[in-house]
């Protein structure tokens, strides 16, 4: 019996992430200031500058005349803060059973899934 052979469970729902996306591109002037290959900082700014340039809370412009612009970050898209959660978002398991006799019936069906640690 391999390993793939065992008891299966699928479940269906949504996933939501907070990771930090500092390989962001975008920056002012539309010049990259990062360049990850090298790992050096490719535009004209000190260290302190990127870093208050990063932490500066941004927005989306509306396009509607008179309507507010949307919170978003901080400038660039850049997630300075992220903290590399996941969670589950009403994840239910909707199948269950050994390979090749999957069942849609049983206790598990219908159970909120989540992940430890």
Same mark, same amino acid.
């Given at each position: 019996?391999? %390993?793939?052979s065992?008891?299966?469970?699928?479940?269906?729902?949504?996933?939501? /992430?907070?990771?930090?996306?500092?390989?962001? /591109?975008?920056?002012?002037?539309?010049?990259?200031?990062l360049?990850?290959?090298?790992?050096?900082?490719?535009?004209?700014?000190?260290?302190? @500058?990127?870093?208050?340039?990063?932490? /500066?809370?941004?927005? %989306?412009?509306?396009d509607? +005349?008179g309507?507010k612009? /949307? +919170? #978003? #970050?901080?400038?660039?898209?850049?997630?300075?803060?992220?903290?590399?959660l996941?969670?589950?978002?009403?994840?239910?398991?909707?199948? @269950?059973?050994p390979?090749?006799?999957?069942?849609?019936?049983?206790?598990?069906i219908g159970?909120?899934?989540?992940?430890?640690g």
């Amino acid at each position: 019996m391999g %390993i793939l052979s065992g008891t299966r469970i699928n479940f269906w729902g949504g996933i939501q /992430t907070n990771v930090c996306v500092a390989n962001n /591109t975008d920056s002012p002037g539309g010049k990259d200031i990062l360049d990850l290959v090298n790992a050096r900082i490719a535009g004209d700014m000190i260290d302190e @500058e990127l870093i208050a340039w990063m932490r /500066t809370p941004g927005s %989306i412009p509306s396009d509607k +005349p008179g309507q507010k612009d /949307t +919170p #978003y #970050y901080t400038e660039g898209g850049w997630n300075y803060y992220g903290d590399h959660l996941v969670s589950y978002k009403n994840a239910r398991i909707s199948s @269950e059973g050994p390979a090749g006799n999957m069942s849609t019936t049983g206790d598990l069906i219908g159970q909120q899934v989540s992940l430890l640690g």
